[in-house]
């Protein structure tokens, strides 16, 4: 019996000083440790079956932490409602919390759209990585097996007894021969196949990390869109007790819009026959120009929530606007818009359901459906200037309404809304923004910052 031990340990020994000379330690301690565990005996018919079959009690213990955990999201739901219930009152009727909370609460939502996008952008090459190296894994399988079986045999055959009999010394030389020209090749093939193991490994781990970071994200984006959505709805209730009339004003719009044969027709006659629409435009005709201070725009007063007029004069305000939505620019302004015309705006290709802010402050003077446009906003930005955006499935403000910049007025939808870009068939939500000047659209790119620190922020 002693003798059998010493064998067997005279064995692993030799597969251990094999492994370590063929392989990197830390494959070679992986195969090593595989090698040196005993086969587990096959389970018969009877074990397989109660080792798959789940007992009740099992299945009990999973619908209890499932019921658990619908529990506690709905706790989490409940302490969220209640919270935001607690901010709204105590914002009570004060119009400059309500505004500064809006805008703060839909920056939140676009930086964390942001995070999201980045993110989403990091994971397509590690993903595509991945596929790769499991492909060419995959196709050197062959290769795997061929070291692990030379490991193997290599294991198995016991060192010879040198002293005993010459045989077996002539023996060992021989394969100590073969070895020398063969284990070369056989190492570099395994050190090939581990570096591509750790880098699979590090992908996974990096791919984790990243995919735990964009579920932290996304729960918290859903969380502010929840917050945001409960602040537009008591800043529209709060307009709506301040305009008794908004509703049949919203009704009127659409029937004059129907009337417009095109945009600038459409301003005219908001502006002209809306009594919402007039009085914006009268506002902002009358106003006059924002301060300014040493001849520069003042952005100071960008910082006063409870303005009623635009901080910023539309035209000093070059190089200081951010786009209304997070997304691409698919069309720029003087193209082709995809219907044989000219693009008098530009195309912005975003996320579904992505939050539409003002690029500026304004009133109101349309918000709803206009011919190929579909959902339509346009906003009097004084000194002659109109800004229109239009592609949104809903839109979260009302004709008359004093907008500032940074303020959530609409959503985009899962799907194009514009009539030229569903032209194109294209696969996501598309928000069209123009600009004008005394009713001629010009180009906006004078206009949008160059970075993210020159951006104005409400």
Known sequence: MQHKRD????????RRRWLSFLLPPSI????????AQAPSPTPQPAQQAATTATSPDDAIKQREQELEAAREQQRKATELRDKLKADIAA????????NQQLIDIAGQVRSVETRIADAEARLQPLDGREREIRTSLDSRRSDVI??????????RRTPPALLVRPEDALQSLRTAMLLGAVVPELRVRAEKLAADLGELVALRKTISTERDALAADRDKLREDQTRLAALVDERQRQQSAAEKDMETEGARAIALSKQADNLQGLIAKMEQDLKSAAKAAATASLQGAPAT???????????????????????????????PVNGTKIREFG???????????????????AQVTTPCDGWVVYAGPFRSYGQLLILNAGGGYHVLIAGMERISVNIGQFVLTGEPVATMG??????SILATNASQPVLYVEFRKDGTPIDPGPWWAANEGEKVRG
């Open 28 to 35: 070679a301690l992986l195969v090593a440790s595989a090698h």
């Open 293 to 323: 201070v040493n001849g520069k725009p003042n952005l100071g007063a960008l910082k006063d929530p409870a303005r009623m007029s635009p901080a910023v004069a539309f035209a000093s305000a070059k190089g200081l606007f951010s786009y």
């Open 7 to 14: 064998q067997l340990f005279d064995l692993r020994a030799t």
């Open 335 to 353: 193209g082709s818009d995809g219907a044989g015309g000219v693009q008098k705006g530009i195309s912005l290709a975003a996320k579904p359901g």
């Open 414 to 419: 899962s799907t194009s809304q514009v009539a």
């Open 91 to 98: 914002i009570g009727q004060d119009r400059s919390k309500l």
């Open 146 to 155: 061929e070291v692990l079986a030379a490991l193997q045999r290599a294991g």
